[in-house]
């Protein structure tokens, strides 16, 4: 089996390519996919430009499973239209290990910003996501100056685990999701006993599981095209309204206790 990480660059990108060819999708059944209806969910004056999803997974192995569950999604998301990139946690230091202008930092925290949707996966380890994995949320602040840079979007989970299926690590970045104030869509996947999942040219095979992936994908982009011109109002609060955004930075920068 390959043992050599495929991706060399910290970023994979890809402009929008809705209704794209099936070529590195063999899975999918092309009779029953469908491209996102965008009008069915927007408003005449809602942007129109392609989705832009941040995915982030949770291990630096050679071979690891959560990074083969995120380059699938990924070729799902872009089928979908979106513009995907996807983090690479080698080399990220240890949250507040180092001054937050360390590049992988600040390259993290400007795709945080860039994006308008995430997806994250995390192995299971000790019933719970990988540190790697809280790590890179750690280092997403709750405020910079005043403006949240995960408040009002979207977010889809997934988990991979070496035995039988749980929910722990989906539940886990569930409650980290609403802490960061961000649209979490009603489903998810969890992907028991991985290693048999995906086959020697690390790809995952078609099953049950595999379906459920796809599902989420397609999930994550209608709630991103249906929230995303009308997040900042529909995150309004009044008790934001009557906090200024300096005492706003003040209150949430406050270094931890």
């Known amino acids: 089996m390959a043992n050599t990480k495929a991706e060399p660059a910290s970023i994979i990108e890809s402009t929008a390519s809705a209704n794209s060819s099936f070529d590195d999708l063999p899975n999918i059944d092309v009779d029953n996919i469908q491209p996102i209806d965008i009008e069915s969910l927007i408003a005449p004056n809602d942007p129109r430009h392609a989705p832009k999803i941040l995915v982030l997974y949770g291990s630096v192995r050679a071979r690891s499973f959560s990074r083969l569950a995120a380059e699938e999604s990924s070729r799902l998301l872009r089928w979908y239209g979106c513009e995907v990139r996807m983090f690479d946690p080698s080399g990220l230091p240890l949250p507040d290990d180092v001054d937050s202008d360390h590049p992988k930092v600040q390259e993290l925290r400007e795709l945080a910003q860039w994006s308008e949707g995430m997806l994250w996966v995390s192995p299971e380890r000790h019933g719970s996501i990988t540190s790697i ?100 109002y529909l995150t309004d609060r009044y008790s934001e309204r009557v906090e200024s955004a300096e005492e706003l930075s003040k209150r949430v920068n406050q270094k931890s206790l």
């Open 133 to 232: 994995m809280k790590a890179q949320i750690d280092w997403i602040p709750l405020s910079l100056g005043g403006v949240r840079p995960t408040q009002g979007k979207t977010l889809a989970l997934m988990q991979v685990s070496g035995g039988s299926q749980s929910f722990n690590t989906v539940n886990q970045m569930r409650i980290l999701g609403r802490w960061m104030r961000m649209i979490t869509i009603p489903n998810q996947s969890s992907i028991p006993k991985a290693f048999l999942e995906f086959n020697e040219n690390n790809r995952m095979d078609m099953s049950p599981l595999y379906l459920r992936l796809v599902d989420v994908c397609e999930e994550l982009v209608k709630f991103t095209w249906l929230t995303r011109g009308r997040s900042a």
